[in-house]
């Protein structure tokens, strides 16, 4: 374990000693003061990579000078442009290419998934989430269940975190899991959760939820491009997450999808379907009954919106070149480094900043959220006119994500001085 120092040439030297911080360049970050912001918002809208623009302007050339043709003779032809991602996508999420697939958005997404695995029965229709679920997740299983004639009231069962706990613990999921016993259909979690920052253990919770013969599903929007993920040897049957967070494709992008294996080729699962989702071969032959893809795209609906897809696609080709492994490495040493600088300018300043994020690195990824006792809007207020971009979360939480691929040492040793310049300044 290497001794931490709170000082700037320590910074610097762990930016000396990171093997990604070369990629910091591939960003455009925006600028305050005529400087770079230190960003710890990566966790709701990645930075844009350099590469982006040149992957939008190929589509846009090859519409003006191949019009329909594009589909066919582009470059990168539309009609299979989605194709591309399912392989670099699958190492990310630790599944085979046939399951993961990418499409809609991931409010969208859930709801298609809900239809063919959520599958209610006199017996078994309970679905298990976490309590303060993300508020799009909540509105999207409370109306599932409605417009199955249920009443959420009675289907939704709440995980719970302890009174005076700032995160749920493991054993709790699973009593849950055992209590609901064979009433329970469906687990459907944020595997990361988005206010606190904890990292669920998914694969204890999936076995557990698998052994009394419920689905599982979990929403990876926290997830993706963040932490290591082996979905398909957890046996999990689905998941979906959105791409402009970690993955940073740019705002509101499109959303990406693993269907396990097992449920691929199956003639009786109910879905929504649509022509993109027919056999490839014999899609163009409009016949009027459908021949599902064999792997993930059956659940497609739509051809693919090519022009949001293509930043994706941009940025997929750097996590391609990096690998998970490193950018894990990388989190977890900024991580650690950021907490670090906290507790040093907590001393200096004689405040108390409680992280709210689990100090156990397996149950945390990139993000701490900090609870600032004491301070108010002010201090969110001063670091965003310094340059620290950041975000607020009612009564007085900020949370931090140093993103391992554009985030330096340094901007955490900056990200304190600041901090303490902040508090100071009102007092
Ligand atoms: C960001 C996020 C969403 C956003 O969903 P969209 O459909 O892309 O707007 C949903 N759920 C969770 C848990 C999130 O963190």
């Known amino acids: 374990m290497i001794q931490f120092q709170n000082t700037?040439?320590?910074?610097?030297?762990?930016?000396?000693?990171?093997?990604?911080?070369?990629?910091?360049?591939?960003?455009?970050?925006?600028?305050?003061?005529?400087?770079?912001?230190?960003?710890?918002?990566?966790?709701?809208?990645?930075?844009?990579?350099?590469s982006a623009q040149k992957f939008v302007d190929d589509i846009m050339k090859d519409w003006k000078e191949l019009a329909v043709e594009g589909h066919f003779y582009a470059e990168k032809p539309w009609w299979d442009y989605h194709e591309r991602f399912a392989k670099p996508l699958s190492k990310i999420v630790g599944a085979l290419p046939e399951e993961v697939t990418v499409m809609n958005t991931l409010t969208v997404n859930l709801h298609l998934l809900m239809v063919s695995?959520?599958?209610?029965?006199?017996?078994?229709?309970?679905?298990?989430?976490?309590?303060?679920?993300?508020?799009?997740?909540?509105?999207?299983?409370?109306?599932?269940?409605?417009?199955?004639?249920?009443?959420?009231?009675?289907?939704?069962?709440?995980?719970?975190?302890?009174?005076?706990e700032n995160y749920w613990r493991t054993e709790d999921v699973l009593k849950t899991i055992e209590e609901t016993g064979d009433e329970l259909a469906l687990v459907l979690m944020g595997g990361v959760n988005y206010y606190n920052g904890q990292v669920f253990d998914m694969e204890t919770i999936t076995k557990a939820a698998k052994d009394i013969g419920a689905n599982v599903g979990w929403?990876?929007?926290?997830?993706?491009?963040?932490?290591?993920?082996k979905l398909h040897d957890w046996d999990v049957d689905f998941a979906a997450w959105c791409s402009y967070k970690y993955m940073n494709s740019g705002p509101g992008n499109v959303s990406g999808v693993f269907i396990n294996q097992k449920h691929l080729n199956k003639k009786d699962i109910p879905r929504f379907e649509g022509w993109w989702g027919h056999d490839k071969e014999r899609r163009f032959l409009m016949e009027p009954e459908f021949i599902p893809?064999?792997?993930?795209?059956?659940?497609?609906?739509?051809n693919a919106a090519v022009i949001a897809m293509a930043p994706y696609l941009a940025s997929l080709e750097m996590f391609d070149e990096i690998g998970m492994e490193k950018?894990?490495?990388?989190?977890?040493?900024?991580?650690?480094?950021?907490?670090?600088?906290?507790?040093?300018?907590?001393?200096?300043?004689?405040?108390?900043?409680?992280?709210?994020?689990?100090?156990?690195?397996?149950e945390r990824a990139c993000q701490l959220s900090v609870f600032l006792h004491g301070e108010g809007r002010a201090l969110f207020d001063y670091l965003?006119?310094?340059?620290?971009?950041?975000?607020?979360?009612?009564?007085?939480?900020?949370?931090?994500?140093?993103?391992?691929?554009?985030?330096?040492?340094?901007?955490?040793?900056n990200f304190g001085q600041l901090l303490k310049a902040g508090i100071q300044k009102k007092n």
């Not at 893809?293 to 739509?302: G, I, V």
């Not at 949370?399 to 554009?406: Q, T």
């Open 8 to 50: 700037l040439a320590f910074a610097r030297e762990l930016d000396q000693q990171d093997e990604l911080s070369k990629y910091r360049n591939e960003f455009h970050f925006p600028k305050v003061n005529g400087k770079d912001v230190i960003y710890f918002t990566g966790n709701s809208l990645g930075l844009q990579p350099k």
């Open 117 to 164: 695995f959520y599958r209610p029965t006199e017996k078994r229709f309970k679905i298990i989430c976490e309590e303060k679920a993300f508020p799009s997740d909540q509105y999207m299983l409370a109306s599932q269940v409605r417009f199955h004639g249920l009443d959420p009231k009675e289907v939704l069962v709440e995980v719970k975190k302890r009174d005076g």
């Open 219 to 229: 929403d990876l929007a926290h997830g993706a491009g963040n932490i290591e993920l």
């Open 293 to 302: 893809m064999a792997n993930a795209e059956a659940w497609h609906l739509s």
């Open 327 to 362: 950018l894990i490495a990388k989190r977890n040493l900024i991580t650690s480094y950021l907490e670090f600088v906290l507790g040093e300018i907590a001393k200096e300043v004689d405040s108390s900043f409680e992280i709210i994020t689990p100090s156990n690195p397996k």
């Open 384 to 413: 965003m006119e310094s340059g620290v971009i950041t975000d607020w979360r009612e009564p007085n939480v900020i949370r931090l994500a140093p993103v391992p691929l554009y985030c330096s040492f340094e901007d955490m040793y």
